[in-house]
T-cell receptor, first 114, second 112 residues
Framework: NAGVTQTPKFRILKIGQSMTLQCTQD?????MYWYRQDPGMGLKLIYY???????DKGEVPNGYNVSRSTTEDFPLRLELAAPSQTSVYFC?????????????FGDGTRLSIL | LAKTTQPISMDSYEGQEVNITCSHN???????ITWYQQFPSQGPRFIIQ???TKVTNEVASLFIPADRKSSTLSLPRVSLSDTAVYYC?????????????FGAGTRLFVKA
């Protein structure tokens, strides 16, 4: 029972490079989320999706893009990497929407931009 | 969303009971209280949720007084492996939207 799987676990990028963070879940959840977590801080919502083909911005969407072509996959793309995007990125999914609904998280992608 | 306040950090020793209190003075009628646990190098994990009085599961207990303006997460007989960050969230599970807010949480250090 894999849950939410994120790849890669670690990555170092140069300024201006682009990359895609992969996220897949096997729980058939419609709702998926991308968060970033800076050192010693809480999590900030970047983008979310309510189902295949439907995405929307969260609190800190600038510099990121997402797509949701299937229920299982929700990749996050960085087009022009900047040092401010150095962070740990978490993908999550939930069966139902709403703040009180339990979210299932992956183990994160640690991204450094130099 | 109701604003929550919890201690930045707490220390404990193995075998002790740990109580982490979260204040949420502006909690709304339909809001539930949810706690997550985050181990180093892992994503947060849902551990318990409640609306009022007391909820207990295999991981923790959640105590909510009648006025619901605060809640206490209780971890019985902690071990070194309970060292983690604990987040308190308050929101309506039916209509809260997608603004789940994880603050800085409470960093619990369990010592031998």
């Amino acid at each position: 029972n894999a849950g939410v799987t994120q790849t890669p676990k670690f990555r170092i990028l140069k300024i201006g490079q682009s990359m895609t963070l992969q996220c897949t879940q096997d729980m058939n959840h419609n709702y998926m989320y991308w968060y970033r977590q800076d050192p010693g801080m809480g999590l900030k919502l970047i983008y979310y999706s309510v189902g295949a083909g439907i995405t929307d911005k969260g609190e800190v969407p600038n510099g990121y893009n997402v797509s949701r072509s299937t229920t299982e996959d929700f990749p996050l793309r960085l087009e022009l990497a900047a040092p401010s995007q150095t962070s740990v990125y978490f993908c999550a999914s939930s069966l139902l929407p709403g703040v009180g609904q339990p979210q299932h998280f992956g183990d994160g992608t640690r991204l450094s931009i130099l | 969303l109701a604003k929550t306040t919890q201690p930045i950090s707490m220390d404990s020793y193995e075998g002790q009971e740990v109580n982490i209190t979260c204040s949420h003075n502006n909690i709304a009628t339909n809001d539930y209280i949810t706690w997550y646990q985050q181990f180093p190098s892992q994503g947060p994990r849902f551990i318990i949720q409640g609306y009022k009085t007391k909820v207990t599961n295999e991981v923790a207990s959640l105590f909510i007084p009648a006025d619901r303006k605060s809640s206490t997460l209780s971890l019985p007989r902690v071990s070194l492996s309970d060292t983690a960050v604990y987040y308190c969230l308050v929101g309506d599970p039916n209509t809260g939207g997608f603004k789940t807010i994880f603050g800085a949480g409470t960093r619990l250090f369990v010592k031998a």
